[in-house]
């Protein structure tokens, strides 16, 4: 598919807001209108899930319970439209995970399907394309909120996603599987995600580059 000249919307968390690069010029969704001629719109809010928050975490500003089957309501047209969350769910969302069925906000299988179904409907004309959450330091493990009954590795969240993005034969471009980084591996580490979790300016290219690579092949 073309490039050059179609609108962009990245919704996504902490990744899309930039954290981890050293500034607008340098995180990947300016970084992929650059290089690859598109116009983008940023709607990237740190913390932010996909899932609602059922208990504010203290200390973190409100912001944080802007889930994104809220956030994408008033967003721009668009040809197309990139979702990169999950990893926040994960990591400190509240929301238990739910089965396949679910259709609503309060788990992570519902937000999924509203999300997506949601998203659907705003943009019938627009390509919608799902991206995995990255691997990140220790996501072997359960982590999550202590007020979640069940705590899955992240691997579970992006099986999730997976599986919701092919219910509704969404493109799926998947970073967990094919990103070439996980910071367990110290070089890696070093080089792309210095904090265990967000890219540097060589991973925000990076990605810039996976996701551009993805959709030529469409």
């Known amino acids: ?72 309501i008033p967003m721009a047209d668009a040809d197309f439209i990139v979702v990169f969350g999950g990893t926040n769910d994960y990591g400190h969302g509240d929301a238990p995970l739910g089965e396949m ?3 609503t906000p309060d788990t992570f299988y519902g937000a999924c399907h509203y999300l997506f179904r949601g998203l659907i409907e705003k943009y019938p004309l627009a390509t919608i394309i799902i991206m995995t959450p990255l691997h990140r330091i220790g996501d072997t493990e359960g982590a999550g909120s202590p007020n979640r009954e069940v705590n899955h590795p992240l691997k579970t969240y992006v099986e999730v996603i997976r599986e919701v993005a092919e219910y509704y034969s969404l493109p799926l471009l998947d970073l967990f599987k094919m990103s070439g980084m996980n910071p367990e591996i110290p070089e890696i580490q070093k080089l792309y995600m210095p904090d265990g979790l967000h890219p540097s300016d060589r991973g925000h290219e990076r990605i810039a580059d996976r996701l551009a690579a993805f959709i030529k092949s469409l």
């Open 1 to 72: 598919m073309e490039i050059r000249g179609k609108i962009f919307n990245f919704l996504g968390d902490s990744i899309t807001q930039g954290v981890g690069s050293s500034g607008h010029d340098y995180m990947y969704t300016t970084v992929f209108g650059r290089k690859y001629g598109a116009e983008v719109n940023t709607y990237g809010l740190s913390g932010t899930r996909f899932a609602k928050q059922r208990i504010h975490i203290e200390g973190q500003p409100e912001s944080f319970d802007m889930d994104f089957c809220t956030r994408y």
């Open 101 to 103: 069925k679910d259709r």
